[in-house]
């Protein structure tokens, strides 16, 4: 089985904190993903990998960054966490070839709470 | 640009009845199309997708969706639902371009089924 794993389930922070969010995919995926989902919105992409140390900004990149050093593990990171990034945080992963008709694997989420 | 609606917040189903989930789309090219559920605090799981050929798609846990080109939709059903079904519902398509395959997401529908 595909195992999208993510560092934390929940998360409590202070606004102004640097926060890391930690992905970490066994498949040998080429593209990694980072969403945030909120009620009424849905899943909105913050940014994509297709390869290491390559990046790419989705629809909703501002106050976000992001670090593939390795092909497995796409980390996102806040660099001043404000109370507005409180979301749910999810991580995916699918392959290159076959990338249009290949499902994403998704982590189990990260629900962060900046105070 | 691509783009997926989900007409409905929540669906209500009583327990043996069955159930429709519905999703439209909106691509410029051929369409890819997914479904995920989501159980409360945790990630998306994948349950079907239809890339080609046979309109009715089966998936995981009795699920079925109906690909219909000319109305450019994608429900989900399944015949007998189970009071366990109750979860969130997405829809995703396939988006083109330079995001390398990024899924598109509805805003997802909440299904409810009671006893």
């Known amino acids: 089985d595909v195992k999208v794993t993510q560092s934390s389930r929940y998360l409590v922070k202070r606004t102004g904190e640097k926060v890391f969010l930690e992905c970490v995919q066994d498949?040998?995926?080429?593209?990694m993903f980072w969403y945030r989902q909120d009620p009424g919105l849905g899943l909105r992409l913050i940014y994509f990998s297709y390869d290491v140390k390559m990046k790419e900004k989705g629809d909703i990149p501002e106050g976000y960054s992001v670090s593939r050093e390795k092909k497995e593990r796409f980390s996102l990171i806040l660099e001043s966490a404000s109370t507005n990034q409180t979301s749910m945080y999810l991580c995916a992963s699918s392959p290159l070839v076959g990338v249009f008709d290949t499902e994403a694997f998704f982590g189990q989420g990260t629900r962060l709470t900046v105070v | 640009a691509q783009s997926v609606a989900q007409p409905e917040d929540q669906v209500n189903v009583a327990e043996g009845n069955p159930l429709t989930v519905k999703c439209t789309y909106s691509?410029?090219?051929?369409?890819?199309l997914f479904w995920y559920v989501q159980y409360p605090n945790r990630g998306l799981q994948f349950l079907l997708k239809y890339i080609t050929g046979d309109n009715l798609v089966k998936g995981s846990y009795g699920f079925e969706a109906e690909f219909n080109k000319s109305q450019t939709s994608f429900h989900l059903k399944k015949p007998s639902a189970l009071v366990s079904d109750s979860a969130l519902y997405f829809c995703a398509v396939r988006g083109y371009g330079g995001s390398q395959g990024n899924l598109i997401f509805g805003k997802g529908t909440k299904l409810s089924v009671k006893p």
């Open positions: 691509v410029s090219g051929n369409p890819y």
């Open positions: 498949m040998d995926h080429e593209n």
